[in-house]
């Protein structure tokens, strides 16, 4: 695992010096079924797009705040990732897009009766959102509404 030592320097002062909000935890929802009779969708933050969709706006100014539907039989060969962080390294997703978006793995999962199903369409973000309340209080209810509507029962998600 990384240390914040092990970053550039400009990003160990941002790091230490943004002012992260502070939220209450509130527990969670709980799966109401058994995972093997469960659908389960993935939300990731590598900022995938395919390559007949619009690529997140790198100069979005806070960061962009839209997300991006990538559907289950998404060739993951074919995605983008514009995750404009300098202290991401992107080599590992780049060779495998599973690492973040492991759409084979869930339908290795689906196959085993691990699981009951994936969902029709998974969810992209960009990371590195360093103003988030457009996220909040906008793009989070449409995505959470996306998942609804495809009846997902757990989500995973994968944060880069």
Same mark, same amino acid.
């Given at each position: 695992?990384?240390? @914040?030592?092990? +970053? ?6 941002? +790091?230490? #010096?943004?002012?992260? %909000? ?13 995972? #093997? ?14 390559? /007949? ?5 790198? =100069?979005?100014?806070?960061? /962009? ?7 289950? /039989? ?8 514009? !995750?404009?962080? =300098?202290?991401?390294? !992107? ?7 599973? @690492? ?8 290795? @999962?689906? %196959?085993? =009766? ?7 369409? !998974?969810?992209?973000? +960009? ?6 309340? +457009? ?9 959470? /509404? ?7 029962? =757990?989500? @995973?998600?994968?944060?880069?």
């Amino acid at each position: 695992m990384a240390k @914040l030592s092990d +970053m550039k320097m400009k990003y160990r002062i941002f +790091m230490k #010096n943004y002012k992260y %909000n502070s939220l209450e935890w509130k527990t969670g929802v709980k799966l109401e079924k058994p995972l #093997n009779a469960s659908r389960i969708g993935v939300v990731t933050t590598a900022a995938f797009h395919r390559p /007949d969709q619009t690529p997140f706006d790198t =100069g979005y100014r806070g960061g /962009d705040p839209s997300f991006r539907i990538l559907p289950e /039989d998404t060739d993951l060969n074919e995605l983008k990732a514009v !995750h404009p962080s =300098g202290s991401f390294d !992107h080599s590992g997703i780049d060779r495998d897009a599973n @690492l973040s978006l492991p759409l084979d793995r869930l339908r290795e @999962l689906k %196959n085993e =009766g691990f699981i009951g199903s994936s969902s029709p369409r !998974h969810l992209s973000f +960009m990371g590195v959102i360093i103003s988030p309340s +457009m996220l909040i209080a906008e793009t989070a209810e449409k995505a959470a /509404d996306i998942l609804i509507e495809d009846q997902v029962d =757990g989500v @995973l998600l994968t944060p880069v």
